[in-house]
């Protein structure tokens, strides 16, 4: 699949650079083309992803991700131009600037904000309820962490479930994208055990059980 990612930290490089791995058409859309870092991320894929302008990785994509901050996410969505009828993964979460807490939620969600600014998209929220050092090995014992999506598009969403479900997570699918309200607080719950309560960034995440 062609996917555009919007924002190469840790992720958009961690996604990129696994997707092209596993055999994706991945271009990263950033703002400096000079930056060393993306230099080596490129050849961390030997040249299985490129990279180009914001504008032209979002063209390319028949998925977007946008994996920025959440301060500069109506920017870059903004950035890219013509997003309609593409799928969009929104992973960004609206935190605070010193982790405390959400900048916004119960009523919105970031989420919905970027389904706001890319019109016509087809949003879709996931990679946003675990940190970013787990996507490459998202096995705890023998079981699959649960990644948890949610959007409007049930094709999109079967498109979003699939590549996560490559990565080795166990998708799971809370509805449509008004659930990002919900998800996003989840993520924060994550944030909290890894940095205040000294649990750290590859111990957890998230399992669904149901019977
Ligand atoms: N870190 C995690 O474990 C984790 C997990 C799940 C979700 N999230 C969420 O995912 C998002 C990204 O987090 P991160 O940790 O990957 O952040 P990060 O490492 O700081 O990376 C952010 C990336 O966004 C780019 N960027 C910033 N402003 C931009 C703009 N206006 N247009 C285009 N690109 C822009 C940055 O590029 P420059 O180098 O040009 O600034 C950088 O490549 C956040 O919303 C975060 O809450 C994070």
Do not use: Y
């Amino acid at each position: 699949m062609k996917i555009g990612v919007i924002g190469a930290g840790n992720v958009g490089g961690a996604l990129g650079t696994l997707w092209a791995n596993n055999g994706h058409d991945v271009v990263f859309g950033v703002r400096d083309h000079k930056d060393a870092k993306l230099q080596e991320l490129v050849k961390s894929t030997s040249g299985k992803a490129r990279i180009a302008s914001v504008k032209d990785a979002a063209a390319f994509g028949e998925a977007v991700v946008f994996a920025t901050p959440w301060p500069a996410t109506e920017q870059a969505v903004k950035s890219s131009g013509n997003l309609s009828g593409k799928v969009v993964i929104d992973c960004t979460n609206p935190l605070k600037p010193d982790l405390s807490g959400l900048a916004l939620g119960t009523t919105t969600s970031a989420g919905e904000g970027v389904a706001r600014w890319a019109k016509g998209a087809k949003v879709v929220k996931a990679f946003n309820t675990i940190g970013a050092a787990n996507f490459g090995n998202p096995l705890f014992g023998s079981e699959k962490a649960s990644m948890f999506i949610c959007g409007d598009d049930a094709v999109a969403k079967a498109t979003v479930a699939k590549l996560a479900a490559e990565l080795g997570f166990d998708p799971i699918d809370t509805g449509p994208l008004t659930t990002a309200r919900l998800l996003e607080p989840i993520a924060m719950l994550w944030i909290h055990l890894a940095f205040h309560q000294g649990w750290g960034p590859t111990g957890h995440a998230f399992k669904m059980l149901r019977r």
